[in-house]
Antibody, heavy 121, light 106 residues
């Protein structure tokens, strides 16, 4: 059974840093691209970043480019998001999700439970 | 950047058919997905590749995509279907979500 467990959320001051982790189990982690999606309180889903199965390719939303860094450690079955220069508008629940593809068409069937990051002084 | 537009809310009576639209420029040339999210829960994939249902998703959920509009249809809507629904597509290597539609069953 696929399981994704995020951790690392909490209260951080504006301008501060935070690192999120997503521990994966139940599948061959190194064979799948992964992504981070966030949801501000009372708002919709916003894609944040994606990473290829090897970690060699990374992608970011314009809203976080230059401030957030996605990475993975396939030996530890763990996905990371290093978040720097945090702003109040980064306050959200952050979800990690596994990218599945069928015939070249990709989607996110498995999601973690999310971890809340609150940026406030 | 690519945008997907959904109606903020849709209401439906129990047992009736609910339709939720998602509009984007030439969306029919891309593949769409739909996610259901209930309060306090993580999103659940209900439709992928425009019209396919993952294992465990009831047959009353169906999808279509043509022209500029993707549509999620819930036939025989049940109270348990009350939730937020998000469409999603790909814009090159970036993921795009619609703003979400709150489905109310009343």
């Amino acid at each position: 059974e696929v399981h994704l467990l995020e951790s690392g959320g909490g209260l951080v001051q504006p301008g501060g840093s935070q690192r999120l982790s997503c521990a994966a189990s139940g599948f061959t982690f190194s064979s799948y691209a992964m992504t981070w999606v966030r949801q501000a309180p009372g708002k919709g889903l916003e894609w944040v970043s994606g990473i290829s199965d090897s970690g060699g390719d990374t992608y970011y939303a314009d809203s976080v480019k230059g401030r957030f860094t996605i990475s993975r450690d396939n030996s530890k079955n763990t996905l990371y998001m290093q978040m720097n220069s945090l702003r109040a508008e980064d306050t959200a629940v952050y979800y990690c999700a596994k990218r599945d593809c069928t015939g070249g068409v990709c989607y996110f069937q498995y999601w973690g439970q999310g971890t809340l990051v609150t940026v406030s002084s | 950047s690519y945008e997907l537009t959904q109606p903020p809310s849709v209401s439906v009576s129990p047992g009736q058919t609910a339709s939720i639209t998602c509009s984007g420029d030439k969306l029919g040339n891309k593949y769409s997905c739909w996610y259901q999210q209930k309060p306090g829960q993580s999103p659940v994939l209900v439709i992928y590749q425009d019209s396919k249902r993952p294992s465990g998703i009831p047959e009353r959920f169906s999808g279509a995509n043509s022209g500029n509009t993707a549509t999620l249809t819930i036939s025989g809507t049940q109270a348990m279907d009350e939730a937020d629904y998000y469409c999603q597509a790909w814009d090159s290597s970036s993921v795009v979500f619609g703003g979400g539609t709150k489905l109310t069953v009343l």
